[in-house]
Structure formats: C-alpha cells, structure tokens
C-alpha cells in the first residue's frame, strides 16, 4: 500500500499523514510494537491460579495463544509471511517476539519438570516444537476450517498432543486437574 492509498483510506490529506508518520516502514514498527507488547504482556500475565499450576498455565498459554491469533489473524499471518522483507531491524524485533513467546512456555514447562508434572529433558526445546504447532492455526487456517476445527478444537487437540509426550505418567494431576471450560 503507498502513503497515497492510505491517505485516501483514512480520510487524511498526504500532508496530514506525514505530519505523524514518516515512512510505511514506521508504521509498520507502531502497529508491531502494540502488537509483540500486547500478545507479550497477555501471556506473561496468567491468572494466579492459573500460574501456580504448570498443567493448567500450559493449557492456558496454548488456549491463549490461539485466540490470540484468532483474533489478530490477519496480522499474524502478515508477520507471518512477510518477516523476511521487513527492515533488518524490524525483522530482528519479529524474530525475538518468537523467542519470547518460546521462553514464557518453556518457563512453564520447567516449572512443570521440576514439580514432577513435566518430563521433557529439553524444555527450550519443547517450547519450539510446540511453536509451529500454534502457528500451523493461523497459516493454514483454510485446512483446519475444511475439517470442521474450531480454534476451541484445535487449542483442546493441540493440548492433548503435547500432554501425551510430556505428562509424566504420575504427574499427581488429582492436585492439578485440568482446566474446565
């Protein structure tokens, strides 16, 4: 989109708009600032009942994560598919959101492994497999929509999925019951 087309779409004259904005590329870095800060500041920021309990902030972080783009999907996608022509330092900023979002999940997974909940030998690790897996919801969309899957569905099959390989088979899960809907 040129400055032009987006003058005329938000009813600014070209000079309005470049009284605030001086490039596409610095929108481009305010629209991702809110964004990286809001996902940010939302999964970092669970419930405390939710916190405490690695199982049920695991399959909170998971849900969270795909209403989250459920509700941003177009953006999310966006950064998605065009991270790679960003400016380098833009690009650098959509790079590390990605490892923010790995560390407050492999967090949980530690905290999880170390109560005995958890059995993963790689926590970091599990956090980026489990990554792509939430980002298939918002670049695939069309696949998942042609099966009938709800993002409900989806968040609730993708829990069940990482579970199977992580729970420990004695995880004490009467203390920690998952999370109701």
């Not at 929108?27 to 970092?44: H, Q």
């Not at 960003?86 to 790995?102: L, N, Q």
């Not at 989806?154 to 920690?176: C, H, M, P, W």
Request: hydrophobic share 40%.
């Amino acid at each position: 989109m040129s400055m032009q087309s987006l003058a005329k779409e938000s009813g600014l004259s070209i000079g309005g708009l470049y009284a605030y904005i001086d490039s596409k590329d610095q929108i481009l870095d305010m629209i991702l600032d809110e964004v990286l800060a809001s996902v940010t500041t939302l999964l970092a920021s669970p419930p405390p009942e939710v916190k405490q309990n690695p199982h049920r902030h695991l399959s909170w972080l998971i849900k969270m994560h795909i209403f989250l783009t459920e509700a941003m999907q177009e953006w999310f996608l966006f950064v998605y598919m065009e991270a790679k022509s960003f400016p380098a330092a833009t690009k650098k900023r959509a790079i590390k959101s990605e490892a923010t979002t790995e560390q407050i999940f492999a967090g949980t997974l530690r905290q999880g492994c170390s109560l005995g909940i958890f059995t993963t030998d790689d926590p970091d690790f599990c956090a980026a497999l489990i990554k792509p897996m939430l980002q298939d919801w918002y670049v695939k969309r069309g696949k998942w929509r042609r099966r009938g899957i709800t993002p409900m569905a989806y968040a609730k099959q993708l829990e069940r999925f990482v579970e199977a390989s992580i729970l420990t088979l004695d995880s004490g899960q009467a203390n920690f019951p998952p999370d109701q809907d």
